[in-house]
Nanobody, 120 residues
Framework: VQLQASGGGLVQAGGSLTVSCAAS????????MGWYRQAPGEQRVLVAL???????RYSDSVKGRFTISRDSAKTAVYLQMSSLKPEDTAVYYC???????????????WGKGTLVTVSS
């Protein structure tokens, strides 16, 4: 299983950007999908979570500005970011909890990360 993240880049404060993450390989089902970020010198933290029941959870710092969604095939997850701030600058990582085969325990898989830089 591979998660390929894309869409990062340089954007001015107040701007918008969407990052994407697509899963490929042997996958039976995907449960939770999420985006985390890690700023220089800091720990990786949860930004947004999309659960299997379609409920969502956002960190307080991005609530109202970021939106997590997935495609109809449920193999890709997106993070739409608006009203970006310099403090949103970080490497963004996607995460999926999935089963490779029926009956498997859910495993956590990570993408390699995509850098988002917000200039002031």
């Amino acid at each position: 299983v591979q998660l390929q993240a894309s869409g990062g880049g340089l954007v001015q404060a107040g701007g918008s950007l969407t990052v994407s993450c697509a899963a490929s390989g042997t996958i039976f089902s995907i449960n939770n999908m999420g985006w985390y970020r890690q700023a220089p010198g800091e720990q990786r933290v949860l930004v947004a979570l999309l659960r299997g029941d379609n409920s969502t959870r956002y960190s307080d710092s991005v609530k109202g500005r970021f939106t997590i969604s997935r495609d109809s095939a449920k193999t890709a997850v997106y993070l739409q970011m608006s009203s970006l701030k310099p403090e949103d600058t970080a490497v963004y990582y996607c995460n999926m909890a999935l089963q490779k085969r029926p009956g498997d325990v859910l495993g956590a898989y990570w993408g390699k990360g995509t850098l988002v830089t917000v200039s002031s």
